[in-house]
């Protein structure tokens, strides 16, 4: 009897044993790094959070020249273009900062995000509906990255060798080397700068006065053997049909020594 007795007392030990030895398994398992995972996912969402894009509303062309003439001045030391053209392509492309892409993405110069674009963007309806532009936490980061477009590509490589300041050259080379679809974006940047003076700004960079040889100031061209209506468009960033109406001209033909007027 007592030998039961003895044999039951041993067995219940040896299953309380087993039993507190398998409840320190179970409790001491949980202990991993599981509090260590959870911060970093959390500290990488944080990371990931844009900033507020911050832009600024101008009350006139003259007001968003002022603001921006000395980002213009610098971009034309460091990158030699023109702080005219700069100006020019910055009051025509963002409505002198104020249109709808601009105030959303401080992106003054129309600039697409283009393949290896890997800062911000949103989407804007342009040559096509949706397209990709690019996102700049600052108007100014807008102006250092139209000059970081214009001299990483190749196609715009033979305005750099125009002379200094030559923005009438530039405003052709430009669209020449497809910036903008627009046919008479040459015009319309040279009747800017001449209108507000930006060239002045040019001219404080290089410390000298500079003349273009032919500017649409002169308001007249006068036609030479080989012209046409198409090759002086092209010339002058208009379109033949500008050219027939400032001259109420019914046909397509000129003679040599004709003077065409170019603006009205």
């Known amino acids: 009897m007592k ?3 003895l ?7 040896g299953l309380l044993s087993s039993c507190k ?3 320190q398994i179970v409790h001491s398992q949980p ?5 260590k995972v959870e911060e970093k996912i959390i500290e990488k969402q944080v990371e990931e959070v844009p900033k507020e894009v911050k832009s600024k509303l101008f009350s006139s062309t003259e007001e968003y020249i002022s603001f921006f003439k000395d980002a213009a001045i610098e ?4 990158y030699k273009i023109p ?6 392509q910055g009051i025509l492309e963002s409505t002198s900062g104020n249109s709808e892409l601009t105030l959303r993405s401080n992106n003054h110069f129309g600039i697409k995000c283009h393949k290896g674009w890997e800062g911000e963007h949103t989407f804007h309806d342009d040559d096509e509906k949706g397209e990709c532009f690019r996102v700049y936490k600052d108007p100014k980061a807008s102006y250092r990255d139209h000059s970081l477009f214009l001299t990483s590509r190749s196609r715009y490589g033979k305005l750099f060798n125009f002379e200094q300041g030559d923005y009438v050259s530039w405003a052709k080379g430009l669209s020449e080397a497809g910036y903008a679809t627009d046919r008479r974006y040459p015009a319309k940047l040279i009747g800017l700068i001449e209108k507000f003076n930006l060239h ?3 001219t404080e960079v290089l410390g000298k006065e500079f003349m273009p040889i032919e500017t649409l100031s002169n308001k007249s061209h006068l036609v030479e053997k080989g012209d046409t209506l198409y090759s002086i468009s092209k010339k002058y960033g208009l379109t033949v049909d500008d050219i027939k109406k400032f001259n109420k001209l019914s046909s397509n033909d000129i003679s040599i020594g004709q003077t065409l007027i170019l603006i009205k």
């Open 3 to 5: 030998l039961k007795y």
């Open 7 to 13: 044999f039951i007392l041993v067995l219940s030990v």
């Open 21 to 23: 030895s398998k409840k």
């Open 31 to 35: 202990k991993k790094v599981y509090p």
């Open 75 to 78: 971009e034309m030391k460091l």
């Open 83 to 88: 702080a005219s053209i700069t100006l020019a």
């Open 200 to 202: 002045t700004y040019d």
